[in-house]
């Protein structure tokens, strides 16, 4: 067997694989990445649609594009050693952690190495999740399957579609799929608001006259071998009322309900998941319950934007450099959601840098307050004009803002939106 | 061969037809098995629960009764033979209250009157020892350890593997439409014109046992279809039973179950309705509270959150409570093996035997073969294999080291080794590895697994299915759709509408 | 006349009230920077969309079809009523690699300054 040593392996070759490999072996450490499809890049292969890298790069790019930049700088980098076509199906983590990857053409790989990142991303909710009854025909596709077999594979997986859900992928596959000529019947919204971004409703709803049912659901999907049409069925109060629904005809239903952080090897370490996140509980430096084990991007919680999931992998990649050089603090604080806060990420900080935050409301509001504060009073405020739980929050509390933590014994911060 | 006479047709290659027809497989006799579906174990057997009987729920005083007692203990032989994926996990039948606890007892005595090794009865201790994950609540009940749980769908393939490697021959997409009764043989004619003639016939319908019995002019049957929910849990699930769980019976049913299955996930049901039609297998979200609400009563920490997947599956059932195993009056040379419902899996391998010997009393002349070979080829599983042992494979097998499906573990060459076995629908390739069968549910497989398909048959991407025609997965390709003008005046872009 | 719209030009999604009587006389408000301003004037006299698609990739030695497909742009914003013919060009269109990202596949579409290029790079196989 194959037997290699790196400082450290990054599960993933996707955005948040490659901004921290790059990273790290820009610090000089010696660096794997193990990837299991034919080519890095991750999700970005197939979001072929522009609107990536307006924050990080100022300019207005495909998802390809802004892949392409992050594999080209792994690629120049010599301490990289990337796997492609590789998957690790054992894991035992240690002083050090192992991991067994297996490939066609290496075999079974034993790699052993002092500190780990998990940037595996996520799958996406499908319809045994959810749960909507009805028959079980050809025909139902989850909308980043649809995305993948479309634009990778130049693949039709139908004539006429409904769409569940409007977040961005659910948009974004309605102008897709009607650019090759599939007809669009309409996006299916359990809330009472859309929950991508405007612009997308835009130009990939109102550019095609698609309908948007908002607060209403898929109640029924129908066809023996392959679907035959959807039981649409509006909500009031937030309850059926079936005696209003209504049937569409089609052969296919797209998908697009949530995003789930693909976890599966953070549990075989060992690690504490939270259940907000659906992904690690990590302190300041995004590393997780066990130790040398860190975690970035859409595995610790799902992202909006990829230019937040470059900057917060580039960030736990210098914390595992400061792990690999021994110099990694250990006083973290914690920071705990307070009102109208789903989450915060990550869960602790240090008081001796500037620490950069996400955050997801619970709530819709404009004219909001983003309050930061330490046994009730408050230590930062933060006006937002918009918030909504589909649109990420992102701040900073540095030095300054924290220095009232030094006077306090209670360490524990609250994050509130009012 | 193929243009005389063949000695059997067996129509149906669900459990029980494959039972019969791998057991027929001993002899030198001509066989052959008919499936209307693109793929055996297509029809009622796809959505079995799996569960191995205790043998304790029937008395043998009926068929059902004795067949499942010596059906159970066939299943050890079974495995060794065709590596099929079984426990022998043990059964729990569990009572909240001393009324119940009498009804547990008479199962007990039932099952001792059986002559079914091993049972048990269980005071709350014990019964709480054996399985700790039970609601407190339970006082006691009965503990089978000859109850099991297989995967029926991987048993079918490997009976019908098994069978054909000893010289049965398989015909799927096989619908039998009619028969002409000749001389000494029928003329058996298929929906696409099709035709082969057979002497013998056994007629393993399943749910379609009425209209293939009334095809050939045997007795007048009703099939009345029952519907059976269930859902699939995660094997991460916390409520994960060692052991199948039973409540205590009613008179209808066996009641909610759960149930573990042997590749460590977990089933929750089935329900009993009687159906519309027999093709309906809708799942409802009724059924969905009822099921969940019972397989708490018996086991507290399960959860919907765990949820893969649901389905539904249809029972055939016959009037008067038992399998109706017999020569048919009408037509002597035709076998009937209708309404194998529960516990049919448990005793298929029974059912097997007592059909060849029918066949014998029928007029039919067994020789042994002596070539018989009972063994099949085990198919490495890289999922089962330590990192060492997968090493040493992958570097024979390449393929193997080429993890497709990542929820389940499953690489290329097992793939590939179930399309070769002729498992080429998504369905089949999904029963045979366990491909899509995990949290993603086919997001991260699918692609590849469709062009693994093309590759290794040649179909093209707008053939391959789900399981059988009209059932494709890719209408056209990009390109082939014409692009339509945009529309005369863009809707309003006001928020919200 | 008036309508309300919402700016794409950036996520920020700013809400338009754009009013005007002849072709000239556009006003717009509600816009934080003159990206809206002009995206507003479009938006009534000659709307405009990036068009992101893909394009197949020759592959003689592929079996059972092309490995993967080209993801293209246009290089500006496309009249929206050049788009479905220009997808069906795209479309029919076979590019060998190597390919390099930024290529022009298609130059000046219908007179409009506008280019279709390559979104990434491909090697020969």
């Given at each position: 067997m194959i037997e290699k040593i790196y400082d450290a392996v990054v599960f993933g070759g996707g955005s948040a694989g490659l901004a921290a490999a790059a990273r790290i072996a820009g610090q000089g450490c010696s660096v794997a990445v193990l990837e299991r499809?034919?080519?890095?890049g991750g999700i970005l292969n197939q979001c072929i649609h522009n609107g990536f890298?307006?924050?990080?790069?100022?300019e207005d790019l495909t998802g390809p594009e802004y892949a392409e930049r992050f594999i080209e700088m792994v690629e120049d980098l010599e301490n990289v050693s990337i796997f492609l076509e590789s998957t690790a199906l054992e894991v035992t983590p240690g002083t050090p952690h192992s991991v067994f990857a297996y490939s066609k053409r290496y075999g079974v790989v034993k790699i052993e190495c002092r500190a780990i990142v998990l940037a595996m991303g996520c799958r996406e909710r499908n319809r045994g999740n959810i749960g909507i009854p009805g028959t079980r025909p050809?025909?139902?596709?989850t909308a980043g399957l649809a995305q993948r077999l479309i634009n990778?594979?130049?693949?039709?997986?139908?004539?006429r579609t409904v769409i569940l859900g409007s977040g961005d992928i659910g948009l974004i596959m309605a102008r897709r799929l009607t650019w090759v000529g599939v007809e669009v019947l309409g996006v299916v919204e359990?809330?009472?608001?859309?929950?991508?971004?405007t612009r997308n409703i835009v130009q990939c709803l109102n550019d095609f006259n698609i309908p948007l049912y908002l607060s209403?659901?898929?109640s029924e999907i129908r066809g023996?071998?392959?679907?035959t049409g959807v039981t649409v069925t509006p909500l009031e109060e937030g309850r059926?009322?079936?005696?209003?629904s209504f049937d569409l005809d089609c052969d296919t239903i797209l998908l697009s309900v949530g995003l789930i952080p693909d976890n599966e090897l953070s549990r075989k370490f060992g690690v504490n998941l939270n259940p907000e996140t659906g992904g690690p509980f990590v302190d300041a430096g995004l590393m997780?319950?066990?130790?040398g084990i860190f975690a970035c991007g859409n595995v610790l919680h799902v992202h909006d934007l990829v230019d937040y999931v470059s900057e917060e992998s580039e960030r736990c990649a210098s914390f595992v450099v400061d792990y690999l050089n021994g110099a990694?603090?250990?006083?973290h604080h914690p920071i705990v959601s307070g009102a109208n806060v789903k989450y915060v990420i990550p869960n602790k900080y240090l008081p001796g840098m500037t620490n950069r935050f996400y955050l997801r409301s619970l709530v819709v509001k404009n004219k909001a307050e983003l309050v930061i504060s330490l046994q009730g009073e408050p230590l930062k405020r933060k006006n937002l004009a918009h918030v909504q739980p589909s649109e990420m929050v992102s701040f900073l509390l540095d030095e300054q803002d924290l220095s009232p933590v030094s006077e306090s014994a209670e360490k524990k911060l609250e994050v509130s939106i009012y | 061969m193929k243009n005389s006479i063949y000695d059997v047709a067996i129509v149906g290659a669900g459990v029980v037809g494959a039972s019969i027809a791998r057991k027929l497989s001993a002899y030198t006799s001509d066989t052959v098995i008919l499936e209307k579906?693109?793929?055996?174990?297509?029809?009622?057997?796809?959505?079995?629960?799996?569960i191995i009987h205790?043998?304790?729920?029937?008395?043998?005083?009926t068929l059902k009764g004795r067949l499942e007692v010596l059906g159970n203990i066939m299943y050890d032989r079974l495995q060794q033979e065709l590596h099929f994926p079984f426990r022998r996990c043990g059964i729990l039948v569990v009572a909240f209250t001393v009324e119940e606890m009498k009804t547990v007892e008479k199962l007990y005595m039932q099952g001792v009157e059986n002559k079914v090794i091993g049972l048990e009865l269980c005071n709350r201790d014990r019964i709480h020892s054996l399985?700790?994950?039970?609601?407190?609540?339970?006082i006691g009940g009965l503990h089978a350890p000859s109850g099991g749980v297989i995967e029926p769908y991987r048993f079918v393939f490997s009976l019908i593997e098994s069978a054909k490697k000893n010289g049965v021959e398989l015909r799927t997409r096989f619908k039998v439409v009619k028969a002409e009764k000749k001389k000494d043989h029928f003329l058996i004619q298929g929906e696409n014109r099709e035709s082969l003639r057979a002497r013998y016939l056994v007629n393993?319908?399943?749910?379609y046992a009425d209209e293939v019995s009334a095809i050939f002019g045997a007795e007048h049957l009703q099939i009345k279809p029952f519907k059976g929910q269930e859902y699939l849990l995660d094997r991460?699930?916390?409520?994960?039973?060692?052991k199948v769980i039973f409540p205590v019976p009613s008179t209808v049913s066996k009641g909610i179950l759960v149930i573990p299955t042997p590749e460590g996930t977990c089933m929750v049901g089935p329900t009993a309705i009687e159906a519309?039609?027999?093709?309906?297998l809708s799942t409802t979200q009724s059924n969905f509270e009822k099921i969940f609400h019972s397989a708490r009563r018996l086991i507290?920490?399960?959860?919907?959150?765990?949820?893969i997947t649901a389905f539904a599956g249809m029972r055939p059932t016959l009037e008067g409570n038992d399998f109706y195993i017999?020569?048919?009056?009408?037509?002597?040379k035709l076998i009937q093996v209708a309404g194998?419902?529960?516990p049919g899996l448990t005793a298929a391998p029974a059912i097997g035997e007592y059909v060849k010997d029918l066949l014998k009393t029928a007029g039919l002349v067994l020789t042994e073969r002596?070539?018989?070979?009972?063994f099949i080829e085990e198919v490495p599983r890289?999922?089962?294999?330590?990192p060492y042992e997968a090493d040493a494979l992958v570097q024979k097998?390449?393929?193997?080291?080429?993890?497709?499906?990542r929820c389940e573990s499953v690489s290329e060459a097992e793939i590939v080794a179930a399309i070769r076995r002729g498992h080429t629908t998504m369905d089949g390739i999904k029963f045979y590895t366990?491909?899509?069968?995990?949290?993603?549910?086919?997001?991260?497989?699918s692609y590849k697994i469709l062009k693994i398909l093309q590759r290794e048959t040649g179909m093209s991407i707008e053939e391959i299915s789900k399981r059988g025609?009209?059932?494709?997965?890719?209408t056209d390709r990009v390109g082939e759709l014409a692009v339509k003008p945009p529309p005369a005046a863009a809707t309003s872009t006001e928020e919200g509408k | 006349m008036e309508r309300k719209m919402v700016c794409i030009?950036?996520?920020?999604g700013c809400r338009l009230t754009v009013t005007w009587?002849?072709?000239?006389d556009i006003a717009v408000k509600g816009?934080?920077?003159?990206k809206g301003e002009s995206y507003a004037q479009e938006e009534i006299l000659a709307p405009k969309r990036v068009v992101t698609a893909t394009v197949p990739v020759a592959a003689p030695l592929a079996a059972a079809g092309a490995d993967r497909r080209l993801p293209v742009k246009t290089s500006l914003p496309l009249l929206k009523r050049y788009i479905p013919a220009l997808l069906t060009e795209l479309y029919k269109m076979e590019v060998k690699p190597p390919i390099r990202r930024g290529?022009?596949?298609?130059?000046n579409i219908e007179g409009t300054g506008v280019d279709l290029v390559a979104a990434r790079s491909l090697e020969e196989r």
């Open positions: 499809e034919n080519e890095l890298g307006i924050q990080r790069f100022k050809a025909g139902v596709f990778i594979d130049g693949y039709i997986p139908g004539r359990i809330q009472g608001y859309p929950s991508g971004l209403h659901t898929v023996k071998d392959r679907v059926m009322v079936p005696a209003k997780s319950s066990v130790p990694y603090h250990t006083q | 579906e693109w793929d055996v174990s297509f029809g009622v057997t796809k959505t079995n629960s799996g205790g043998g304790f729920h029937y008395p043998t005083s399985e700790p994950k039970l609601n407190p609540d339970v393993a319908a399943g749910l991460n699930a916390v409520g994960l039973p060692e519309i039609n027999k093709e309906d507290p920490k399960i959860s919907e959150r765990d949820i017999a020569i048919s009056e009408m037509q002597p194998i419902q529960s002596p070539d018989f070979d009972p890289i999922r089962t294999l330590s097998e390449p393929a193997y080291g080429e993890i497709i499906c366990r491909a899509q069968m995990g949290r993603c549910q086919g997001g991260f497989c025609p009209g059932s494709r997965i890719i | 030009s950036c996520p920020l009587e002849e072709e000239k816009n934080k920077c003159a290529e022009v596949l298609i130059n």
